[in-house]
């Protein structure tokens, strides 16, 4: 029988952890002094800076001619403000901006660093992205801790998670470096942690983690969705699923999607997932074509750990990606661990959360768009 401690404890662990709030070195929650509860409410969370931001990275889709000029002139106006622009080295190699004589004097300006090479941690104090969706996803796969402040500007082609139009940056941006006082969503991530067995004669291989002996650990900071699915193989993906260390189901299918609430637009909707807001503390499972009927996709609570194995009479290994990233084998023996990371994305609204999010539902999914039923007049109602 559970004493009183370990229900508590139980029951506190369900609703996830609580998210830090500190964004990057400068940037943090402004603090409601009205509030009563110790969770803010997620429509009065704003943010505000303990010290003027002086640095920024800005993040560019890569080789997508259109965003060059918009691109140049944002780093022309962030230099022209005195702040430190952080750009990608892969960014810069691009022939028509290395090539461009006049633009060379603000590249010089530049600092610039390489993915998976050098820590920008806690040099950036905000981010502001050109492009699409990907780009948003990109900057927080950059940060595996406390991610900077960001700002999503919408040239990409969905938008969901890119409210900023690029047409008034200039306007946008120095409210946002002088005043901040800005409307913010908090997008929680997913922790995940995959733990391999050794499959070399020689003993330990380590990367990204501590070591467990013959094991090999990675750790994973994830925004959209982490994906199990049957790779190559024509084989059903045969998965066993976890909740708190209780076997809840096993999956047979194409395979299974681990989202938070904002990944719930993505691959999960297309699944047939419900959409869930980014501000609902929650972690959603939803099968992709599984061989059963009454398999239908279900929401956990924030707090609990997944865990996710081959099955034992597995005919396949199963295949897993992290936001359509890092895609590795599964094999029998291995596991990936999952539950709500305390580091969220601190994501700059253009109007609020809620407005934010339904205006992206109408305009870029168009939820719910269907042509009016015409009125009917008292002599039709007759018949």
């Known amino acids: 029988v559970a004493t009183f401690e370990e229900y508590l404890l139980r029951n506190q662990s369900l609703h996830g952890p ?19 509860m110790h969770i803010q409410d997620p429509a009065s969370q704003r943010l505000t800076w303990n010290k003027p931001p002086k640095s920024v990275l800005v993040i560019k889709k890569i080789q997508d001619a259109s965003l060059l000029q918009p691109f140049k002139e944002l780093c022309v106006f962030l230099t022209e403000k005195n702040m430190i622009v952080y750009v990608e080295s892969k960014v810069l190699a691009d022939p028509a901006i290395a090539g461009d004589e006049s633009f060379g004097a603000v590249i010089q300006k530049f600092c610039t660093f390489r993915e998976d090479l050098d820590d920008i941690s806690n040099r950036v104090d905000f981010i502001i992205c050109l492009g699409g969706d990907g780009t948003l996803l990109y900057a927080s796969s950059l940060f595996q801790e406390s991610v900077p402040p960001v700002m999503a500007f919408h040239l990409g082609s969905l938008g969901f998670l890119t409210p900023f139009k690029f047409d008034t940056y200039q306007s946008q941006v120095t409210q946002i470096i002088e005043a901040g006082n800005t409307a913010i969503i908090l997008r929680s991530r997913l922790r995940v942690r995959v733990v391999k067995e050794s499959r070399e004669k020689k003993g330990i291989i380590m990367t990204n983690g501590d070591s467990e002996g013959s094991r090999k ?7 959209n969705e982490v994906v ?23 999956v047979q299918g194409d395979g299974v999607i681990v989202s938070t609430p904002t990944g719930s637009t993505a691959y999960a909707v297309a699944a047939g997932a419900s959409m869930i807001h980014p501000n609902v503390p929650a972690i959603m499972i939803t099968p992709i074509c599984p061989h059963s009927l009454s398999f239908r996709p279900i929401v956990v609570p924030a707090g609990v750990e997944l865990k996710i194995m081959l099955s034992r009479d597995a005919r396949n290994t199963a ?19 999952i539950t709500t990371s305390c580091f969220p994305v601190p ?20 939820w719910n768009v269907r042509k009016k039923q015409n009125y009917l007049s008292s002599e039709e109602e007759e018949f």
Not at 230 to 248: A, E, M, Q, T, W
Not at 350 to 362: G, H, I
Request: hydrophobic letters at 35%; charged letters at 15%; one cysteine or more.
């Open 18 to 36: 609580s998210p830090v709030t500190t964004f990057g070195p400068k940037a943090c929650m402004l603090q409601n002094p009205h509030a009563v």
């Open 217 to 223: 650990s990675m750790q994973y900071q994830v925004l």
């Open 228 to 250: 199990v699915d049957r790779g190559p193989s024509s084989y059903l993906s045969n998965v066993d699923l976890f909740l708190d260390g209780h076997l809840i189901t096993t």
């Open 319 to 337: 295949w897993v990606s992290f936001d359509g990233r890092k895609r590795q084998e599964i094999c029998h023996g291995d596991s990936i661990t």
């Open 347 to 366: 994501s700059i609204c253009f109007r609020d959360p809620v407005n934010d999010w339904f205006e992206s539902l109408s305009q870029c999914l168009h």
